[in-house]
């Protein structure tokens, strides 16, 4: 049940983030920090969504992921960022800060689920409760 409230969650952020300018026909560039994350707003965002996945080798080790600068440009182009929060991908939380943006969106799978240490949704590298 909580996945479908993320879905929900997914799909009014992806809403919020197109209802600017009707006649723009550019995509919402998104971030997945894993490649499970990518995946699901590809799905959910079809054809709105141009999205990147920051770790798409199931072999990588996410505590010992060393962050690129074409890794840093995306973060910071991204209007939508998912990851897993749990300590799992704290280098996102790093890339985040440093470079802030008041129209991101990041979602933690973290805060949907109720997990301990956080239940909030950030906004551009800052917490606000949802």
């Known amino acids: 049940m909580r996945w479908l409230c993320g879905v929900a969650l997914l799909g009014a952020s992806l809403a919020q983030a197109t209802s600017g300018d009707a006649s723009s026909k550019s ?5 997945g920090a894993e490649n499970e994350y990518a995946n699901v707003v590809a799905q959910v965002g079809g054809r709105y969504v141009s999205v990147t996945s920051i770790m798409s080798n199931p072999n990588t080790d996410p505590h010992t992921f060393e962050v690129s ?5 995306e ?11 749990v300590g799992y991908d704290t280098f996102m939380q790093q ?18 689920l109720d997990c301990p240490r ?10 606000q409760p949802r």
């Open 95 to 112: 890339l985040e800060s440093a470079s802030p943006s008041s129209s991101r969106k990041v979602i933690s799978a973290q805060a949907l």
């Open 69 to 73: 600068t074409s890794v840093a440009r």
């Open 27 to 31: 995509l919402i560039q998104a971030v």
């Open 75 to 85: 973060v910071a182009s991204a209007q939508l960022i998912v990851q897993n929060g």
């Open 118 to 127: 956080a239940r909030r949704i950030r906004t551009s590298g800052t917490n």
